[in-house]
């Protein structure tokens, strides 16, 4: 079987990993949890986009997931194609548009850094090289060695914040590189059909889900117990 057929076999693979982090992040009221992370905030906010063969369902609100459009889509059989999603981590907030199927991630807004205030037009009358005049005293730089060191201190902080931003997006790309290792193996275990699976379609139905007893069987050692059973073949 060659490498593209592979691919389109699996594309499920990434709606079933964005219906998931859907669904707890309901149960757990927005909060997620990784061993190598700890706690984070994670939620779907302003757009979520389902289908299933030619029907789509697109729903842009505040929260997409909480409305009976998004489970009545689910109970007709779609499943999360795209969503937006905001993730708090580290006393920071991130937005991020992901793609289920090709696992692709848009729009990633991080919040600025190495955010200093300018002097303002009044600190600069009163503030260089007037006082000094005023006061008898030759200036301490020249204009133009001023100018060249201020577009280099600019220059500085730009390269600063874009490597700081660079390693936010790193930070970004690892925490969902560990939720999707521990979606599959809690997909390849006995927990994903014995719990999981009938704990989607309560939530999906809007029926009540012991949040309790789901949590206690996610981090059981059943989790990482692969099951002996082949998985069923999407038709």
């Known amino acids: 079987m060659q490498l593209i057929d592979l691919i389109e076999k699996r594309r499920f693979v990434g709606r079933e990993l964005l219906l998931w982090l859907w669904m707890e992040s309901e149960l757990f009221e927005a909060t997620l949890e990784t061993s190598e992370h700890g706690s984070f905030?994670?939620?779907?906010?302003?757009?979520?986009?389902?289908?299933?063969?030619?029907?789509?369902?697109?729903?842009?609100?505040?929260?997409?997931?909480?409305?009976?459009?998004?489970?009545?889509?689910?109970?007709?059989?779609?499943?999360?194609?795209?969503?937006?999603?905001?993730?708090?981590?580290?006393?920071?907030?991130?937005?991020?548009?992901?793609?289920?199927?090709?696992?692709?991630?848009?729009?990633?807004?991080?919040?600025?850094?190495?955010?200093?205030?300018?002097?303002?037009?009044?600190?600069?009358?009163?503030?260089?090289?007037?006082?000094?005049?005023?006061?008898?005293?030759?200036?301490?730089?020249?204009?133009?060695?001023?100018?060249v060191d201020e577009e280099r201190e600019r220059e500085l902080e730009e390269e600063a914040a874009f490597h700081e931003r660079m390693t936010m997006t790193r930070e970004v790309e690892d925490l969902l590189a560990t939720l999707y290792r521990d979606f599959l193996a809690l997909r390849l275990s006995r927990t994903w059909g014995a719990v999981v699976v009938p704990a989607m379609r309560r939530w999906a139905a809007g029926e009540s889900v012991d949040v309790d007893a789901y949590r206690k069987a996610r981090?059981?050692?059943?989790?990482?117990?692969?099951?002996?059973?082949?998985?069923?073949?999407?038709?």
Do not use: C
Not at 55 to 67: C, D, F, V
Not at 79 to 87: C, Q, T, Y
Not at 115 to 132: C, H, I, N, Y
Not at 219 to 231: E, F, G, H, L, N
């Open 41 to 147: 905030g994670l939620w779907i906010e302003k757009k979520l986009v389902l289908s299933l063969g030619e029907e789509s369902t697109r729903i842009a609100a505040p929260m997409p997931g909480l409305g009976r459009e998004a489970k009545e889509a689910l109970l007709r059989g779609q499943l999360p194609e795209a969503a937006a999603l905001r993730i708090a981590w580290k006393d920071d907030e991130t937005a991020l548009a992901i793609d289920a199927e090709s696992f692709a991630l848009r729009g990633l807004k991080l919040r600025t850094l190495l955010d200093k205030a300018t002097a303002d037009a009044g600190g600069e009358v009163f503030g260089g090289d007037l006082v000094d005049e005023m006061a008898g005293k030759k200036p301490g730089r020249p204009k133009k060695k001023r100018a």
């Open 219 to 235: 981090r059981s050692k059943s989790a990482s117990a692969p099951s002996k059973a082949r998985p069923e073949k999407r038709r």
